[in-house]
């Protein structure tokens, strides 16, 4: 099956270093990312929670590749997402610009791949909704 793609970016006013430490804090997630909570538990394994429990998935993932602080590659492992998640941090007009990149392999077959267009546009928000608060966060603590 064909992969998906959404993606947001924003523009951070604090340095690339300190968006990319925040972006790989896991456990600060919760902070900024909507609805969820990550763990580290492994060396290159995350995992991370979305939703109130009980309405909610989880989503594991490995970290294939770390290059801070501009870089880091997830693969999705998770029973619902799967798929690849980037986020790159970039220098920007004396601060950073974060992009959230994410080729997913939808669940549900053919249902699932219907449905994308109605989906697409509700992850898409969220992702923005979740790099604003990110940008604010950072903002803070660069000050």
């Known amino acids: 099956m064909r992969p998906v793609y959404a993606g947001a970016a924003v523009e951070v006013a604090a340095p690339p270093q ?23 538990v492994g060396a290159d394994r995350v995992e991370a929670y ?4 009980p309405l909610g998935f989880l989503d594991t993932m490995t970290i294939v590749r770390r290059e801070p602080p501009s870089y880091v590659l997830m693969e999705h492992t998770g029973a619902l997402v799967r798929g690849r998640g980037a986020i790159r941090v970039r220098p ?13 392999l939808l669940p ?10 109605l989906i697409r546009p509700v ?20 000050r």
């Not at 790989?24 to 763990?39: G, L, N, V, Y």
């Not at 920007?92 to 997913?104: F, K, N, Q």
């Not at 992850?123 to 660069?142: D, H, Q």
């Open 50 to 53: 979305t939703g109130i429990a």
């Open 108 to 117: 549900f077959g053919v249902a699932g791949r219907l449905a994308w267009p």
């Open 18 to 40: 300190e968006v990319f430490a925040l972006v790989t804090d896991w456990p600060r997630h919760r902070e900024w990312m909507f609805m969820t909570s990550a763990r580290q």
């Open 123 to 142: 992850v898409v928000a969220l992702a923005r909704l979740s790099l604003r608060r990110l940008a604010r966060l950072a903002a803070r603590e660069a």
């Open 92 to 104: 920007w007009r004396g601060g950073s610009r974060v992009i959230w990149a994410e080729e997913l």
